[in-house]
């Protein structure tokens, strides 16, 4: 049973600190997708260098957040928030240059992407990655650990979706981490291929991920 952890939404500077803490403790290593208009905040940059210094990985999660793009078809959405984020990423980006789309609380479909967001993505060699976990930690603060361990038991190669938000989510990390081990779960850093749609700017699979331009 392998694990990947994902962190969306951030950084947020109280919240993504205590992460920061708890996965340096057990020397495990996840990936910081984080939106564009929070990097900009105070106090937020000097967390993403430390996620890089730590040997964490930092990935793009759009400028806004706001809407996703396959509901927004248009090119110069599209490239605002994919290329305007990623401009803000210099010096922090992964080389694989990782971008996980917006997914309306964790649903898979074609609102993820526009053929001008492939557009984006594939000229600007990006690698697009997906999930296969969103245990809904935002609304739930406790709760949200046994939804993410019955996804976890259910695949080889979980990637799971939780956010560094003041939500209060993030206090039960540890114990998640700690059930994990408990388990004999592998927190590994690399994303399996079934949700990576797009790697450095290639194809591989786009199937019921992009909203048809005619629609």
């Not at 993403?48 to 090119?75: I, K, Y």
């Not at 190669?157 to 993030?170: F, I, N, Q, W």
């Amino acid at each position: 049973m392998r694990v990947t952890l994902t962190f969306d939404n951030g950084p947020s500077p109280a919240t993504t600190a205590r992460v920061l803490d708890v996965l340096g403790e057990r020397g495990l290593r996840a990936t910081f997708f984080v939106v564009g208009n929070m990097l900009e905040r105070d106090g937020a940059r000097p967390l993403a260098d430390r996620a890089v210094t730590e040997r964490h990985w930092v990935g793009n999660h759009s400028m806004t957040h706001a809407t996703p793009l396959g509901q927004r078809p248009d090119p110069d959405y599209a490239s605002e928030e994919i290329d305007g984020a990623q401009a803000l990423l210099d010096g922090l980006s992964h080389e694989r240059r990782f971008f996980r789309p917006f997914g309306l609380g964790g649903a898979i479909g074609t609102h993820l992407l526009s053929p001008a967001a492939v557009d984006v993505l594939t000229s600007g060699r990006y690698t697009c990655v997906l999930w296969t976990s969103v245990p809904r930690d935002w609304e739930d603060a406790a709760g949200w650990v046994d939804r993410a361990l019955a996804d976890v038991e259910r695949c080889d190669h979980s990637v799971v979706v939780l956010h560094d938000l003041p939500t209060g989510a993030m206090d039960a990390l540890p114990r998640f981490l700690d059930e994990l081990d408990g388990r004999g779960a592998e927190v590994v850093q690399d994303f399996p291929p079934a949700v990576v749609p797009i790697e450095r700017g290639a194809v591989r699979a786009l199937d019921g991920l992009v909203r048809d331009a005619s629609a």
